[in-house]
C-alpha cells in the first residue's frame, strides 16, 4: 500500500488531478540535446477521467517545432494510476 501511497502523491505532485482548474498540465522530458517528449494531462469526460498524450519532436527536423503523437489515451484517475504504478515497477 506504501507504494501506491507514493504514486498517488506523485501523481498528484506532478499532474493535480484534483484541482478544480486544471485546463492542461504538461512535462517536457529533454532526452538529448535534438530529442524531446512531449507528456500532456488534461481533464475530460466522462467527469472523474483524464486524457494523456505522449509526443516526440525531433529538433533536426525539417519543422523543428512540430510534434509526433506516439500515445494517446482516455483514463480514470485509478487507470491512471495503475499505469503509474506499472511503469515504476518496471524501473525497479
Known amino acids: 500500500m506504501k ?4 504514486l ?4 498528484n505532485n506532478q499532474f493535480d ?6 485546463p492542461k498540465q ?3 522530458i529533454e ?5 524531446r517528449l512531449h507528456i500532456t494531462v488534461h481533464p475530460t469526460t466522462p ?3 483524464f486524457h494523456l498524450k505522449i509526443e516526440s519532436q525531433w529538433l533536426g527536423a525539417e519543422n523543428p517545432e512540430g510534434k509526433q503523437t506516439r500515445y494517446a489515451v482516455t483514463l480514470s484517475k485509478g487507470q491512471m494510476l495503475d ?5 515504476l515497477k518496471g524501473t525497479e
Not at 507504494?3 to 507514493?6: N, Q, S, V, W
Not at 488531478?17 to 486544471?22: E, P
Open 3 to 6: 507504494l501506491k501511497d507514493t
Open 8 to 11: 498517488i502523491d506523485e501523481l
Open 17 to 22: 488531478l484534483d484541482s478544480d482548474y486544471v
Open 26 to 28: 504538461e512535462k517536457i
Open 31 to 35: 532526452l538529448n540535446d535534438s530529442y
Open 47 to 49: 467527469e472523474g477521467f
Open 83 to 87: 499505469l503509474t504504478d506499472t511503469i
